[in-house]
């Protein structure tokens, strides 16, 4: 017969040891992340407290150097407020020159509203070309498509230029939009959230149900792309709104400038005629803190899209 053995009842203090022991596991014994100590957390808070006040400094120094005058600038410190002279500001920013400020938002809103605008939609339309269709030469387009976007912009306003001198386009306004249609990045970029985000089951059951090739396209491709979409546009926005080599080519008369190239004007201005009865540099400082308000703008409106992407993205 096997021989049974029974096992030895352990003390209260061994339990009691025991239980101890599984409340506080060694380091060794957490998964891979998990251990932390106090040195690793107070680094990591000093790192964000730095990278805070990176981010925040210089936007806080504009909002203060935007309610002084040019003697506060100088005199005073750039992060502490002083006299307040906002409203001031804005009144000669605004009449000054006969409100060519005010011309000057308008042409911006206009290059990169529409410029974004029909570049998002030739962006998602080429972006579904590379990513749904086969056709020949479509691993040479793509290609052409991912080499284009790696060459520096600046390198290919000066051939735009003398292509638009050639058909009487310099100093328009397509000579601003045009460009602005066509962002190879920006294609790219769809063709990698289609190739995500739309199966071709449901392109095909589109057209056995008897749907053409435009509907398909504005009904269920644009539609499902709303986060692609919105983020196509910002990053096409943003970066017309901030181009400056482009509408300094471009553009000669002061009518059809942009805010920063208008207040780059007014900057060397600031520089060269000192003794103006304008404060230059709170017109220049002023100016940049109105151009960064539709940008904050823009950026909050589109939240609501990435939150709906990232809902959808989860239910998925």
């Not at 063709?191 to 398909?216: F, M, Q, S, T, W």
């Not at 000192?274 to 230059?280: G, L």
Request: without cysteine; aromatic residues 12%.
């Amino acid at each position: 017969m096997t021989p049974t053995t029974t096992a030895t009842p352990l003390s209260g203090t061994a339990l009691a040891s025991k239980k101890i022991k599984r409340q506080r596991p060694a380091d060794d014994d957490l998964p891979a992340g998990a251990q932390s100590s106090r040195a690793s957390r107070l680094l990591v808070l000093v790192g964000l407290v730095l990278f805070l006040i990176y981010s925040v400094a210089p936007v806080w120094w504009l909002i203060v150097s935007a309610t002084k005058n040019q003697q506060d600038m100088i005199s005073t410190s750039g992060l502490l407020f002083a006299e307040f002279n906002l409203f001031e500001n804005l009144r000669q920013i605004f009449e000054y020159q006969n409100g060519v400020f005010i011309t000057w938002t308008l042409n911006s809103l206009l290059y990169a509203g529409v410029g974004s605008l029909v570049g998002t939609i030739i962006a998602i339309a080429a972006g579904y070309g590379l990513a749904r269709f086969e056709f020949p030469g479509k691993r040479l387009s793509l290609a052409l498509v991912i080499g284009s976007f790696l060459i520096p912009y600046a390198m290919l306003t000066l051939p735009l230029y003398l292509l638009f001198s050639e058909v009487g386009l310099v100093n328009t306004v397509w000579a601003v939009l045009i460009p602005t249609f066509i962002s190879p990045f920006s294609v790219y970029l769809a063709k990698v959230y289609i190739e995500g985000a739309i199966p071709p089951e449901l392109i095909e059951a589109a057209r056995i149900d008897g749907a053409g090739e435009v509907r398909i396209f504005f009904q269920i491709v644009v539609r499902m792309l709303t986060t692609a979409g919105a983020t196509i546009f910002l990053l096409a926005f943003v970066g017309s709104w901030n181009g400056f080599f482009l509408p300094l080519t471009m553009l000669q008369g002061s009518d059809k400038w942009t805010m920063s190239l208008g207040l780059y004007n007014w900057l060397v201005q600031s520089q060269t005629n000192a003794a103006s009865e304008f404060d230059f540099t709170a017109l220049v400082i002023t100016g940049s803190l109105l151009a960064v308000i539709p940008l904050a703008v823009f950026m909050l409106a589109m939240q609501r899209f990435w939150k709906s992407g990232v809902s959808l993205g989860a239910l998925k």
